[in-house]
């Protein structure tokens, strides 16, 4: 039987440019109390974007967490309060210098639920019109197009290690028909 916890307290732990941590103290099953430790971060936007011989435009760039290189679809932080959408057509341009004709919504998720209030919105983008790169000042990135299929299979062979890109190649494929 499932329980909705009840938070009786909170305390900020932390206060940064992206993200905050909070301790909640909560209700839970029996009467008792615990403690979940909650990063609240304002969500982020990735975009599908689709070429004009069904690929996708990929970046790579160098990823702290994961010590290494990653390939990913165009992505960003969304500001307090801003629409995904708003958000996806300024880190398309940002990242890849493309704008788009047109934007589909493919699918929203919580990055990691058990702990994190970010949310992620994907979009698919068509119809592209190359233009400039606008890279943050701490951005180093290298902009590719991938055959969607070789996307797909790359996925399948745990090539791509970020969740927000494979969940994007993976239901825009589905969405082509591929």
């Known amino acids: 039987m499932t329980y909705e916890e009840k938070t009786i307290s909170s305390e900020m732990i932390y206060e940064g440019k992206i993200l905050n941590l909070r301790k909640d103290k909560v209700t839970v099953k029996d009467d008792n109390t615990s403690y979940r430790e909650i990063v609240e971060h304002p969500g982020g936007v990735g975009i599908a974007a689709v070429t004009e011989n069904r690929g996708l435009l990929m970046v790579k760039q160098f990823r702290k967490t994961a010590e290494e290189v990653v390939l990913e679809i165009p992505a960003g932080t969304r500001e307090p309060g801003e629409d995904p959408m708003i958000t996806g057509i ?19 998720f919580y990055s ?3 702990y994190s209030t970010e949310m992620i919105y994907l979009y698919m983008a068509e119809g592209l ?19 969607i299929e070789e996307l797909v299979q790359m996925v399948k062979d745990g090539e791509i290690i970020d969740g927000k890109t494979i969940t994007a190649i993976l239901l825009t494929a589905a969405r082509l028909g591929l």
């Open 129 to 147: 019109t190359p233009g400039e790169t606008d890279f943050d000042d701490n951005e180093a990135i290298d902009l590719y197009e991938f055959p």
């Open 90 to 108: 300024r880190e398309l341009r940002e990242e890849t210098g493309f704008s788009a004709e047109k934007f589909s919504f493919l699918a929203s």
């Open 112 to 114: 990691s639920i058990g």
